[in-house]
């Protein structure tokens, strides 16, 4: 045997050498010898620093990320095996368990239970001789898994070297290796960059990392620890219970859940699993249950083990968010907006704690994507709260039918199709321009959108009906009252003063508002017919551009355009709109119930000094409030914006004017004062 000298400098030697094939290797990309060669040094380094470990230095290449890839995961045997956890989900199934521990103690005092989080990722058995981690490997069948020790040296979270003193001369640590939700959502961004395959979640991310054969991917990948036991070598150590177990494994540097405790009895066991189940979405990685341990480590080998489990523990798990179902049938809702959303009609399935039986499935690119057809089989989803969700296809599963050879088979049913009218009212469904929504068109007459368009209509800055809120909204559409905005103009005092908690006064009021409301102006009628991307300022660009209602109504695409701020998003959502018969069935019978406006002839307005001119104003005028100055402009066709740009016509400076002023003198937009704008507006701008 070589003295510690001679040792010593060979370890060096061979550090020096390693470092230089990776470096030939990582860094140039020119590797100067062969994998196998490098393996003999490399693992020479290792036995020569698992055999004295005061040659292990901290930058030594064995610490580094990655080794050379295998060809297949050798057997290893676990020193004592990996068992697994009954599972109870009910809290009378807690209670028998808590029953059966104090029956197998022969106690009826409340007892101590050590309670964890059940971390979702895979079960790792780290051994650790003299100190040093030589050897980890998966659960496999509990007696033995496979070794994956490469793979798990990247880990950065595990140490290497235990920390601390008092540790038997072999020992297993026992954990979960898992990704946090963060680094799960970055790697898979980073995957779909790399047009790589995105993982499903992060257990399968993480189960997937670990079971590299080339460790250096795994050491890419942002894999976490948290250990939560000891296999052999757990006899030797200096404790009682399960909590200064894991406290002992802390100081021995391994990561462990923060949120473990000591309870008392089933109730201490219930206000846990509440507790953190509480906690589970805001908990950085996944969990899917908890654990409960006797925490006495005597009672735990009084209670003993039943076949692969011990008698002294188990895991309360949630509800299984996933769940594999039929789909009957995609339907499509509307919502209040007219908003269309297909939706799969599932064969009923428990998932998350409720039977689900309806998922949505978002809009139509992401039936698309998924390819989601009537008759497949599909994974649900369902997390916490949330409205659950058709995951994905299971794609062998699919219903297909023979076709003219074994290799031509065809699904039985078409890709889905988004229907071209509106399930509620008939109206044509539409997808705005660049939208992944697709809408029914149908705005003033469908009843999925009856409140909202009801509302919007009587709105202050509409036709401005005083009284008419969302409550009573509600109560008279939902009494078959109103139908649309036109049933307004046709209510009585009787069938008004019928409803519940409805005044004589108030009802008298609301009538008088209703009638009030008949006398308008066209830009806020068009205002309020609810269209799509038809705000305030468009409607009175249009009411001004057109003059009379039946001009706009006779427009198409192209002449919509031509109003100035029109582009293609508005045009087309106005020629929708206006294109649906429905919608103009409506608007005929608001006009004969006696809507009314004095039409705007643009000539009639008086001189449009500002014309298709676009005006910004910054800073406190001398005498104009901001709302007159921009009712002034606006009177003369101008247009108020509230940023510079290089399209603005005059920016309108008063006092203590800011960046707005600079950025005109910037862009050379011609800067006036309030007295230059009334002169304007007297004159003309050629004046
Ligand atoms: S203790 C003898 N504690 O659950 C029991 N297991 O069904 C040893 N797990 O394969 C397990 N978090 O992967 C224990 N805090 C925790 C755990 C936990 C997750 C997993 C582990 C094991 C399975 C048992």
């Not at 969700?389 to 088979?409: H, Q, S």
């Not at 409506?586 to 001119?613: C, H, M, Y």
Request: charged share 25%; glycine share 8%.
């Amino acid at each position: 045997m070589p003295g510690l000298d001679a040792t010593a400098r060979r370890a060096a030697e061979l550090r020096a050498e390693i470092e230089r094939h990776n470096q030939a290797y990582y860094v140039l990309d020119a590797p100067t010898i062969p994998d196998a060669e490098y393996d003999k040094l490399f693992r020479e380094l290792q036995v020569l620093e698992a055999q004295y470990p005061a040659l292990l230095v901290p930058d030594s290449p064995t610490q580094r990320v990655g080794a050379a890839p295998l060809k297949a995961f050798p057997p290893r045997r676990h020193g004592v095996p990996m068992l697994s956890l009954n599972n109870a989900f009910e809290p009378a199934e807690v209670e028998a368990f808590d029953q059966r521990v104090r029956d197998g103690l022969e106690t009826i005092a409340a007892v101590d239970y050590a309670v964890e989080p059940k971390f979702d990722g895979l079960a790792i058995s780290l051994t650790y001789e003299n100190g040093l981690f030589t050897c980890g490997a998966t659960r496999g069948d509990g007696a033995s898994g496979e070794e994956v020790t490469p793979n798990l040296r990247t880990l950065r979270c595990l140490p290497l070297r235990l920390l601390g003193s008092g540790w038997p001369a072999l020992i297993e640590i026992r954990g979960e290796v898992l990704i946090f939700k963060q680094a799960f959502v970055e790697l898979n961004a980073r995957q779909r960059q790399r047009a790589d395959k995105e993982f499903a979640n992060p257990r399968n991310a993480a189960a997937g990392s670990l079971r590299q054969l080339d460790s250096r991917i795994t050491a890419g990948r942002p894999l976490a620890f948290f250990a939560y036991g000891v296999g052999a070598g757990a006899e030797a150590l200096p404790i009682k219970t399960h909590a200064e177990l894991i406290d002992l494994l802390a100081s021995w540097g391994f990561p462990v859940a923060e949120e473990r405790r000591v309870v008392q009895g089933a109730k201490g066991l219930l206000g846990y699993f509440a507790e953190i189940g509480e906690k589970r979405p805001s908990l950085p990685y996944d969990i899917d249950g908890v654990v409960y341990k006797v925490n006495k480590l005597a009672a735990q080998a009084q209670l003993g083990f039943v076949s692969r489990a011990p008698r002294f523990a188990i895991a309360h798990k949630f509800p299984a968010e996933e769940a594999l179902t039929e789909v009957l049938g995609i339907d499509v809702q509307v919502g209040r907006t007219g908003a269309i959303t297909p939706v799969a009609r599932l064969k009923p399935v428990f998932v998350g704690g409720v039977t689900v039986t309806n998922a949505t499935l978002h809009n139509e690119d992401e039936v698309r994507r998924k390819d989601v057809r009537i008759g497949d089989t599909v994974i649900v989803r369902r997390a916490g709260d949330v409205i659950p969700e058709v995951d994905a296809i299971v794609t062998e599963k699919r219903p297909m039918k023979p076709g003219k050879d074994l290799f031509d088979n065809e699904p039985v049913e078409p890709p889905f199709a988004m229907p071209t009218a509106c399930p509620e009212c008939g109206s044509a469904i539409a997808k705005g321009v660049d939208e992944a929504i697709a809408r029914c068109t149908g705005g003033l007459y469908c009843p999925a959108q009856r409140k909202q368009a009801i509302l919007h209509f009587a709105a202050r800055r509409a036709m401005d009906i005083e009284g008419l809120g969302d409550k009573l909204v509600d109560q008279m559409v939902d009494a078959g009252l109103l139908h649309s905005p036109a049933d307004l103009y046709g209510l009585t005092f009787e069938t008004l003063a019928g409803l519940a908690r409805m005044g004589e006064k108030s009802a008298q009021n609301l009538l008088a508002a209703i009638e009030k409301s008949k006398q308008t102006t066209l830009a806020r009628f068009i205002f309020a017919l609810g269209i799509r991307n038809v705000g305030e300022a468009t409607a009175r660009d249009l009411a001004r551009h057109f003059g009379q209602l039946d001009a706009l109504l006779a427009a198409d695409a192209e002449a919509l355009q031509q109003v100035a701020d029109v582009g293609p998003i508005v045009a087309a959502s106005l020629a929708a709109f206006l294109g649906e018969a429905h919608n103009r069935e409506i608007i005929a019978r608001l006009q004969s119930a006696g809507v009314v406006w004095t039409e705007e002839a643009p000539a009639d307005n008086g001189p449009q000094v500002f014309a298709g001119k676009t005006l910004v104003l910054t800073g406190t005028l001398l005498t104009l409030k901001r709302d007159d100055a921009k009712t002034l402009i606006e009177a003369a066709g101008g247009k108020v914006s509230g940023s510079v740009s290089k399209k603005t016509d005059y920016v309108v400076a008063g006092e203590e004017a800011g960046s707005k002023l600079e950025k005109a003198q910037e862009l050379g937009v011609p800067v006036i004062d309030e007295v230059e704008l009334l002169k304007l507006l007297e004159q003309g701008v050629d004046a």
